[in-house]
């Protein structure tokens, strides 16, 4: 059946044809009877987790995605299959990739991934982009960066919203992490949203924190504050390539000077602040050899081991306080109180501070008494349980 095309109303009337695009009308889908809706079969917990043990990426991304999920059916099956999984994870060298908005993280990863890739190495990187505060949705466009490594058959890149959460990481990074080293991947590369100063939770999670600044845009002063850049392992200054490149030898050198104000104790690791350039390739390689060299001294004299076990510790202490936020805001009495003292707090007729207190004490929790010593002589009683005692 032939079907009358128009064109968008946003076509000027008198355009010619360089306005391609047509609306044509479609037909209407056909009805589906009553209780032969086609849904997908959960997940079985087992072949899920021996497939993604086998390498199968498509697994892979569907394990991520079941873990990622905050559907409260898919829990449980998440939780299921991380239990299965980690006792075959903490195998790869977990690098965080972080800077500011344009420092290139993106055409690095696909750099330093690609030589990494034709090394032989199998390599996994977790792009997190920014969500919308409105809409909660990210365009997820990471990847399209990434053309050479995407082309690597040894090579796994998920990108994922980071969901409104803070530190430039997803909700879930920690465990994509576990299923990735599960499959077999010996490199985790996890790239941060890229908003500056407050990216450090991705620290966390990773052996080796990786920060790239560009020339010319005040990071070299930033080098002397307290932040980022003083938890660093590895400093490079990106685009150092045509015109640009003298400009990057000196904030490559004046930002080695502020560095060397935050210089650790002797015998600790002095962070080195290096070149590169993801477009042309140089200096990338002396990026990963210095990756190797931090990664390899932490090994040698029990850094990586107390690093691991400080992921580990971090991991259960956000799962804790995320368990204790849900349950928390799911209690009936919570979500009353909160409806009601909600409208007074945006009215103005009721301060904060006090419609908190009130909603804590109707859920249980009281605040410690402080002594003059600042000492807790208090007794903060549990959300969870019966009687608080």
């Known amino acids: 059946m032939n079907v009358p095309a128009s064109r968008p109303d946003w076509v000027p009337p008198d355009a010619g044809t360089e306005f391609t695009t047509r609306v044509v009308a479609g037909t209407p889908p056909r009805a589906i009877p009553a209780g032969r809706a086609k849904r997908r079969a959960p997940e079985d917990g087992a072949a899920l987790a021996a497939a993604i043990r086998a390498g199968d990426r498509s697994a892979l991304a569907r394990g991520i995605t079941l873990v990622e999920s905050r559907a409260a059916a898919h829990r449980a099956a998440g939780d299921e299959l991380l239990q299965r999984l980690s006792p075959f994870a903490g195998g790869s060298v977990r690098v965080g990739v ?22 032989g190495r199998a390599v996994a990187v977790l792009s997190v982009d920014p969500s919308s505060p409105v809409t909660r949705g990210s365009i997820l466009g990471d990847k399209a960066r990434m053309e050479r490594l995407a082309r690597l058959p040894n090579a ?3 990108p994922s919203p980071s969901g409104g959460e803070l530190g430039g990481v997803a909700r879930r990074t920690r465990e994509t992490i576990v299923l990735c080293e599960a499959a077999g991947f010996d490199v985790v590369l996890v790239e941060t949203v890229g908003v500056g100063q407050s990216e450090v939770l991705v620290r966390g999670m990773v052996d080796c924190f990786l920060v790239l600044l560009l020339a010319g845009a005040g990071d070299e002063l930033q080098g002397i504050k307290k932040g980022i850049i003083e938890l660093a392992d590895v400093l490079a200054v990106n685009k150092a390539d045509g015109d640009n490149r003298a400009r990057v030898e000196t904030a490559r050198r004046e930002l080695a000077r502020a560095v060397h104000y935050l210089a650790a104790p002797d015998g600790a690791w002095q962070p080195p602040v290096l070149a590169c350039s993801a477009r042309t390739n140089e200096g990338i390689d002396e990026v990963w050899r210095a990756v190797e060299r931090f ?24 799962l804790v306080e995320e368990g204790l936020r849900e349950a928390f805001a799911a209690r009936p009495e919570v979500m009353r109180l909160r409806a009601e003292l909600e409208p007074r707090v945006a009215g103005g007729t009721l301060p904060a501070p006090a419609a908190a ?3 804590l004490a109707a859920s249980g929790w009281r605040a410690p008494e402080f002594s003059a010593k600042g000492a807790a002589v208090g007794k903060i009683r549990p959300v969870m349980g019966g009687d608080s005692g």
């Open 357 to 359: 207190q009130a909603i």
């Open 98 to 119: 972080t800077g500011p908005p344009g420092a290139g993280k993106s055409t690095f990863i696909d750099a330093l991934g690609a030589q990494l890739g034709g090394a």
């Open 295 to 318: 990664v390899a001294g932490g090994r040698a004299h029990g850094g990586f081991a107390a690093r691991r076990r400080e992921q580990s510790l971090a991991w259960l202490g956000a």
């Open 156 to 158: 796994f890149i998920r």
